[in-house]
Nanobody, 115 residues
Framework: QVQLVESGGGLVQPGGSLRLSCAAS????????MGWYRQAPGKQRERVAA???????NIVDSVKGRFTISRDNAKNTVYLQMNRLKPEDTAVYYC?????????WGQGTQVTVTS
């Protein structure tokens, strides 16, 4: 059974940066694509970034140039570096397998961007 534990969120001012981490266990991490997703209040969950097992990345247009996804297979961890944060980036951020999600999701990590 896979376990996903997200961390690194917090309260930050517009223009600030955060680095999220997602530790995965209970599955073969290195052979799976992984994605970062977010859900803002009253909105559907959306994917913001994905990374293949070999490290190719895909970033959605709304965060392209500001967010970077990376992975460390030795640590079973995927990261999301978020720079130049905007208030509209406020959401709970989750990681999961990509493109096919695991049934279970972690608790997520809250990111709040406000002045």
């Amino acid at each position: 059974q896979v376990q996903l534990v997200e961390s690194g969120g917090g309260l930050v001012q517009p223009g600030g940066s955060l680095r999220l981490s997602c530790a995965a266990s209970g599955s073969i991490f290195s052979s799976n694509g992984m994605g970062w997703y977010r859900q803002a209040p009253g909105k559907q969950r959306e994917r913001v970034a994905a990374i293949t097992p070999r490290g190719s990345t895909n970033i959605v247009d709304s965060v392209k140039g500001r967010f970077t996804i990376s992975r460390d297979n030795a640590k079973n961890t995927v990261y999301l570096q978020m720079n130049r944060l905007k208030p509209e980036d406020t959401a709970v951020y989750y990681c999961n397998r990509w493109p096919t999600n695991f049934d279970s999701w972690g608790q997520g990590t809250q990111v709040t961007v406000t002045s």
